[in-house]
């Protein structure tokens, strides 16, 4: 039985990873390692927390001795690194946090499997180690063309420099090493269990709640949208059959300008919500606030996913229409979760940082 240590598994892909892999493949052991930071989420695992395939350790990916541990207790084949600060606000208020676990911690993580599966010069065979990045770290584009794996990098936000520079740093032991490392770069996901500081989950709750729906600018900041299980599908084949030392774009090839994706919530909303339901009165476009924009916005994301598809056999399974609806309704159906994440700790420090208005990627 293969074991695959999955960092940030209590996260909103990483979790979602992890009831994918669980349910696809009987011979894996599944260790998951996460801070639980604000957005780390047990509850997004009760469903097989008593799974004997299926591990949780709380620790941090930065503390070296840590980690180090882990692999000297469990011959671990397979790391998938999600684990990282995400929020793009965040990193603008906070960049230091950012540097600290997305660079320091990646390094961590890197070094405390080499020095594992590293044995008279040469890795045990079978051994890999998946770093989950983002089409952030590429830049802004213009109205045309794609993000393919040559092009340059070129981060505009202290979030997007940090996973640039965990990269690198992943790359670099490839070649220094001879380290067996491969990188995916996914475009916007959205699903299930996706933390409310998000685009999608936040505009979800704002409308059930009545409040505003703010929207940076102009709306017309345009990304690719992949739906979450279609990630893990991607993921799941690039650790089957993916290239040691190559990158991987994953996009969902359904770009929307944020409006455009407040709009078709409002009428999946307004669709969804039974006609007696008194929440269904208020979800309309009256709600949406134009409001400052983000320092540094990048204008548009688009990537182009053929070498994964031509290499892989992927390709992306979920219509953007089909996915926001059952997106949706995972939402309403868990209302519960929904009200336990926005309390306590996250909704003080949403007040904190966004006032009224917050706001998301």
């Known amino acids: 039985m293969k074991t695959c240590l999955v960092t940030g598994g209590a996260g909103f892909i990483g979790s979602n990873f992890i009831r994918y892999t669980l349910k696809k493949h009987k011979d894996i052991q599944i260790i998951n390692l996460d801070r639980l930071t604000y957005a780390g ?11 004997l395939c299926y591990t949780f350790i709380r620790a941090d990916i930065c503390d070296r001795e840590a980690v180090c541990r882990l692999f000297d207790a469990h011959d671990i084949d397979t790391v998938v690194h999600f684990a990282a600060e995400s929020h793009v606000d965040r990193s603008i208020s906070d960049p230091c946090e950012f540097i600290r676990t997305n660079v320091l911690g990646t390094a961590a993580l890197l070094d405390a ?29 213009g109205e045309t063309g794609y993000f393919t794996e040559e092009t340059p990098l070129a981060p505009r936000s202290p979030y997007s420099a940090s996973k640039a520079a ?38 979800i709750n704002n409308m059930l709640e009545g409040r505003p729906l703010p929207v940076y600018g102009d709306g017309k900041n345009i990304r690719d949208w992949l739906y979450v299980e279609d990630h893990c599908l991607a993921i799941d084949l690039a650790i089957q059959n993916g290239r040691i030392g190559q990158v991987y774009n994953i996009g969902g090839h359904n770009e929307k300008q944020n409006i455009e994706i407040v709009r078709l919530i409002i009428a999946a909303l307004r669709d969804l919500l039974p006609s007696r339901d008194k929440r269904r009165e208020h979800v309309d476009d009256s709600l949406i606030r134009f409001v400052e924009d983000r320092k540094g916005h990048d204008r548009r994301y688009a990537i182009d996913s053929s070498k994964t598809m031509r290499e892989l056999g992927w390709v992306p399974e979920t219509g953007f229409e089909e996915g926001i609806r059952y997106t949706i309704q995972w939402y309403l159906g868990n209302d519960e979760w929904l009200k336990h994440v926005t309390s306590g700790e996250y909704t003080s420090y949403y007040q904190k940082m966004y006032g009224k208005r917050g706001n998301a990627k």
């Open 113 to 141: 499997a080499r020095r594992a599966w590293e044995k008279n010069g040469r890795y045990k065979p079978g051994k890999l180690f998946l770093h989950v990045s983002t089409d952030e770290v590429y830049g802004s584009l």
């Open 166 to 203: 965990s990269d690198m740093m992943a790359l670099a032991y490839f070649h220094t090493y001879g380290f067996p490392v491969l990188i995916t770069r996914c475009s916007n996901n959205y699903g299930p269990y996706q933390f409310p500081e998000k685009l999608i989950p936040l505009m």
């Open 41 to 51: 989420n047990l509850e997004n695992l009760k469903e097989i927390e008593n799974d």
